[in-house]
Structure formats: C-alpha cells, structure tokens
C-alpha cells in the first residue's frame, strides 16, 4: 500500500524510552503520575485566570497561553508513550506519526515564543514600568500571541511537509517514543538534505533568536535591578523573575542539546533523555512553578477554595 509522497511505509514502530521489561512497569506508573500531575496543574492554572478578573493582566494573559500550550503538548506526545510501557509493540501509523510530528512542532514552537513574550513583559515591568500599560496594551499582548501562533504554524508546517516528500522503503523502526524529527529522517531511503536544512534554518530562528531575546531581556533587568535603591524593591524583583527563568533554562538548555548540538556530539538515547526535559518535565513545572511562586496565584486559589468550602 504506498501512502504519501509515494511511501512504501504504512506504520511505524516505536521503541520508545528504555527497552528494559523490568523497569516498564515502574516507568508506567511515573510518567502515568507525572502526566495527570500536568493535566490538572495545567486546567487549574487555566480555570484560575480565567475565573479571576484581577489575574486578566498581560502576564497573566501569557501564563494562560504557556498553560494551554503545556496541556496540549503533553497531550500529544505521553499517551504514546504511556501505551509503550505495557504494549509488546508501540505501533503508529504513517498518518499518525506526521500529525504527531505536525503538532510536536507546533506546541514547541509556540512555548519558545510565550516564553519569549514573558521575558519582554518583565523587561517592560521592571525597565521602563511607567510605560508598561502603554507598552503592553491588549493589542500590543494580542499581536504577540498572534506572532507566537504563526511562526508555530510556518515552522511546524516546513518540517512536516519537507517530511511528508521523503520516501520510507524498508525502516520503520523510530528508535524514539515519538515521532520527532531526526529518529524519522534515519529512516529515509531517499535524500534527507533538504530536511536537515530546514531544521537548521528553523531550530536556528526559532531557539537561537528566541533565547538571544530571553538572554538580552534579562541583562537590561539585571542591570535595573542593580540600580535599584530598595533592598526590597531588588528581592520582589529577582523573585517576579526566577519563575521565568528556570522555566527558560529548562526548556531552551534542553531543546539546544536536542536540536542545535550535532548529532555526532551525542548519542540517540541521550536525546531521548533531553527531551524527556522539554517534553515531560517542564509541562509538569511551569505550573508548579508559576502558582508557589506567586502571591497573587495563591491568593485567587484561596478565593476560590473558600467560594467552594
């Protein structure tokens, strides 16, 4: 049956994480935790700005957005991986594995520019605050999150399509738990060049600039911070920006390992390992992050535990 641009492949196995019998039960039941850990962290923080009218504030606005893009993305990859824990063989079909791969890239995308986008709200807030409300308008907010939005849908449309006019002859074993990118393209029979540009020219604008951003943003905050007379007026604003930067640091040191480093420099299993980071871990955190690190978050939380007790 030849399916796509005339692939000769109809389904793929998965490997996924470990190919231990011993240790997949106990993986099961981590990740199991771990994911429906991230589904409710994920719908509260969600249900909590939503609910509260004084968390309608535009860095509020991108936690929303960081939160339903975290829910989405775990969404897609872990009960893939889940299934490969207690399944003898984790099957996915040709269609499957480039939705997969199509929304993969969509959700991660769309986390670099969020995250992007909370950095320029903090440069804002602590740089030049008596411009904030000008600086951040609704529209100003909006359009960003539109931008966001967009460069995922361009980037995610370019590495599936130039995925989509590859040939799968024989391979069909991705030595993954996903179909992400480079586990695919080692299965091509046919020539892989214009993929592996792609991916430079996209990873390059999408994690380079967005970190440099992110970088940039947090040397002129650092810089105020400095010049700031109050002691407490410095602690509030390190601890309005530590949520942010682990957050940062967690999923840009970890996508960079995957997708920036040659892949002569690491292993396939360390990859997997990475991304477990980017995939699993920080959709868990954020939330985690953002809600015990934050007064106001806590505070709407107690509203709404005493409206319902």
Known sequence: MIIGNGSLVTEFFLVGLIDQ??????????????????ILGNLGMITLIGLNSHLHTPMYFYLFNLSFID????????????INFISEKNIISYQGCMAQLYFFCFFAISECYVLTSMAYDRHVAICNPLLYNIAM?????????????????????????????LTFCDGNIINHYFCDILPVLQLSCTSTYVNELVMIIVGGINIIV??????????????????????????KAFRICSSHIMSVSLFFGSAAFVYILPSSARSMNEGKISSIFYTNVVPLMNPLVYSLRNKDVKLALKKILHKLF
């Open 21 to 38: 019998p011993d240790h997949q039960i106990p993986l099961f039941l981590l990740f199991l935790t771990m994911y429906m850990f991230t």
């Open 137 to 165: 308008s609704p529209q100003v907010c909006f359009n960003l999150m539109f931008g966001s939005y967009l460069m995922a849908f361009s980037g995610a449309m370019a590495h599936t399509g130039c995925m989509l006019r």
């Open 71 to 82: 829910l989405c993305y775990s969404s897609v990859l872990t009960p893939k991986m889940l």
């Open 210 to 235: 967005t970190s440099l951003t992110v970088l940039i943003s947090y040397i002129f905050i650092v810089c105020s911070i400095l010049h700031m007379s109050s002691t407490e007026g410095r602690s």
